[in-house]
Every structure is written in structure tokens, then in C-alpha cells.
């Protein structure tokens, strides 16, 4: 067991003139929690762990548990000493504080007292794609589980844009105005997406997305990471980055990739203030006997279910609604015109469809009129007891029986 009482002591005959603690916060995922000092307070604006000084009479475990909670509002967290440091304070007195550290769950909240504030942060990113629309992604260093844009947070002195090309030449190691010089000329913003305080930010952030271009094989040659932010960078499908990011992420991705799609400025609110969280739909088109429109789709590299037989579907364009993504796909996929589209009814799950709606209608026009569009191998109706005999996805097992229930009910929709 450490005897403090005999470091105290031992501080104190060699010079030291005041006894200070910190404790170093781990969350699960190896992150370090850093607060910032309040503008009114002591050397505003400085990043720092939880500390301060220890009270007459107090213990130095007991004074690093009151700071703690003070500071951050952590409380009853067990802590392990770690080691001390020394240092000269701003009015040239010797210092030596005793530095703990705890490890906590990740998203435990933080409350912060009125000697540190939470300030909203600003961020710049670029969105770069390759000759084949994949995105560019680069995994973090200090959490590998996130995936990051080419950017960082804006300093002070600077903006979005210029943040961003900046930090993208560092983590990069490409001066993308250089290298895509049109496209970077033109500033395009994509989006603008403003996040709450939560767990993950204990203040706001709002983030700048702007095009950054597309990198040929030859550029993406030259890419030198940075190791101190990023570990790999690769390009992959908008399908594929669903496997590699966090639920939220992903989705905050696709309604990027739709505002750069559509060639209009996205502004974003997290969380919404309104159910406008889908990006995708999934059309059942079915005859007045029973048959069910189906679309081979292509055998492709990084698109979802290649080669299989699925209903018709597809992402949203700009500010559509669910219905009006659904009848320009199926026009597009089909080259016929539907109405009167509704949810499926029953129980929906994500299984492999995230941000998407499951819509359904009666079609009552002549096979003849089908017209397979610029995407897929075919297009056809398929009786609905040969649907299960084609290769088709594995949700087609749920939702085929609450198709089957509409259909026995004599519902149109």
C-alpha cells in the first residue's frame, strides 16, 4: 500500500511548496477524457485532465476523488496511482501533483463545472471518391473502429475550407488544390451537419463536407498517412462502408452521398428534428394475380446482392419523399408507372436494409410494357410460388409471408 503521508513528506524536503492531483479518465475504447479551461478562468481555452489542488487536512486519494467529481461529475470511480510530476505554477512555485488514472464505460456523461465550458467546435472534411464513385475512408489511430473525411477541426484564425485543406495535405500527404484543381476552385459544399451535445461530443459540432474530387490510381499512389491520426485508408461502395461503421455514421454517410448525388447543399440536424431518417426504398409491385415484380440485378464487386433476384428498390435523390423515390425507381428500373404506393404492413426489420422503407402497390398494366432500365440483366413478374425457387435475398423470407397476408386480405395496398 503507498504511504502518502511519507511522499508528502519527502515532497516537501525537496523543495517542493504545494501538493496537486490529476486523474487520467480511459473510456473502453482507450479514449482520454480532456476538459478546457472557461474563458473567465486561469490560462482560458487550455486542454487539460481533471486536477487541481489538494486541501489542508485532505488525503492525496481522497483530494483526487473530490476533483474528480468537481470537474467532471464522475463519482465513486475507483482510482490507481500512477506517478507524480513535477512542474513550476504561474507564480513560480514548485509544484508536484499526484496523477491517478480510472477507466469508465464508453458514453458516460460528463458535467462539467463552471471553471471548464464546452464550446461548439467547427470542423472541415472533404469528400473524395475514386474513377469508380467509391468513397474514401481512413481509420483513426486512436479508435480504429471509426473511419474518417480527409479534414479536422477548424483553429482559430481560419475556416472550414481552409481547415480543410490543410489538414487534408497532412493526413493525405496530397495538396488537393493541386491535384484536382477545377473541382477544389469551386468550393462546392455538400453538406452542413449540426450535432448536438451527447455522449460521444460534450458540445456542439458543426461540420463543413466539401468536394474534394476524385483521385486517379496514379494520385492515390502518392497518399502518405500520417500514423499519429490514421492507420489505412482504402475507397469502397457506399454498400460496404455499412459493415465498417457504427449504425449513425453509416447514416450519416448516405445523406452525404445523396446531397452530392442531387448537387445541393445538405443541412443536417442531429438528432432530427423530424422522421426523415430513410435513404433507400424497397418497392413490392405485384399483379391483380398475385405475381411479384422482380429485377436481376448485375454481378458487380461492392454493390449489394449481386446476381440475385430482388424486388425493385433503390436510394433516395435530394428532398424526395419515400413514394416519389419509389415510383422513379421503378420507372428507371422497369419503365413502368405506379401509384398509390403505402407501407407494407408488419413488422420491419433492418435485416441488411438500413434506411430503408418497404413500400407496396397493385399494378394492373400488360406484362409487354416492361422495359428492363440502364441497371440489372432482367426484369419480369414471377408467380409468387417460384419466387423462393430464384435466388433471391435472405429478407425476401420475412417479408414474402406479410406480402402473402395483404394479398389474402383482398387489400390493394
Known amino acids: 500500500m503507498i504511504d502518502f503521508g511519507t ?234 462502408w455499412h459493415a465498417l461503421m457504427e449504425p449513425y455514421r453509416y447514416q450519416r454517410l448516405r445523406q452525404v452521398l445523396r446531397a452530392h448525388r442531387a448537387g445541393v447543399t445538405l443541412y443536417l440536424e442531429r438528432p432530427a428534428p423530424h422522421d426523415d431518417d430513410f435513404e433507400g426504398v424497397l418497392v413490392f409491385v405485384t399483379d391483380p394475380a398475385g405475381r411479384l415484380l422482380m429485377h436481376q440485378r448485375e454481378d458487380r464487386p461492392g454493390m449489394p446482392w449481386p446476381g440475385f433476384w430482388t424486388p425493385i428498390g433503390g436510394w433516395r435523390e435530394g428532398t424526395e419523399t419515400d413514394q416519389e423515390t419509389a415510383v422513379r425507381e421503378v420507372a428507371e428500373e422497369a419503365g413502368i408507372t405506379v401509384s398509390d404506393l403505402q407501407p407494407l404492413p408488419g413488422p420491419h426489420q433492418d435485416l441488411g436494409l438500413p434506411l430503408t422503407r418497404v413500400l407496396h402497390t397493385v399494378w394492373d398494366g400488360p406484362e409487354s410494357d416492361l422495359r428492363l432500365g440502364d441497371e440489372g440483366l432482367a426484369v419480369r413478374m414471377v408467380p409468387p410460388d417460384e419466387v423462393s425457387l430464384l435466388k433471391v435475398p435472405s429478407y425476401m423470407q420475412h417479408y414474402l409471408p406479410l406480402l402473402a397476408a395483404v394479398l389474402r386480405s383482398g387489400r390493394t395496398v
Open 7 to 240: 511522499l508528502t513528506d519527502l515532497a516537501a524536503r525537496e523543495g517542493i511548496e504545494r501538493i496537486c492531483v490529476g486523474v487520467v479518465v480511459r473510456d473502453a475504447s482507450s479514449r482520454i477524457l480532456m476538459i478546457r479551461r472557461a474563458p473567465q478562468d486561469v490560462l482560458p481555452g487550455l486542454w487539460e485532465y481533471p486536477g487541481g489542488a489538494r486541501e489542508d487536512g485532505e488525503s492525496i486519494p481522497a483530494g483526487a476523488a473530490r476533483v474528480l467529481t468537481e470537474e467532471t461529475g464522475l463519482t465513486g470511480w475507483p482510482l490507481e496511482y500512477a506517478r507524480h510530476l513535477d512542474f513550476t505554477n504561474q507564480h513560480g512555485r514548485r509544484v508536484r501533483q499526484f496523477v491517478f488514472t480510472t477507466v469508465v464505460p464508453d458514453s458516460t456523461p460528463i458535467r462539467l463545472s463552471h471553471d471548464h465550458d464546452a464550446r461548439p467546435t467547427t470542423y472541415g472534411s472533404f469528400l473524395i471518391t475514386d474513377p469508380q464513385d467509391r468513397i474514401l475512408g481512413m481509420r483513426s489511430t486512436i479508435n480504429p473502429a471509426v473511419w474518417n473525411f480527409p479534414g479536422g477541426n477548424v483553429e482559430h484564425g481560419s475556416a472550414p475550407f481552409a481547415t480543410a485543406l490543410i489538414e487534408a495535405e497532412e493526413e493525405l500527404g496530397l495538396v488537393l488544390a493541386a491535384e484536382n484543381p477545377e473541382i477544389v476552385a469551386q468550393r462546392r459544399l455538400i453538406a452542413v451537419i449540426h450535432e448536438q451535445a451527447g455522449p460521444e461530443y460534450p458540445a456542439p459540432v458543426c461540420g463543413y463536407v466539401f468536394d474534394g474530387g476524385v483521385l486517379t490510381p496514379e494520385q492515390q499512389a502518392r497518399i502518405r498517412l500520417d500514423p499519429a491520426e490514421h492507420t489505412e485508408w482504402r475507397f469502397e461502395t457506399a454498400h460496404d
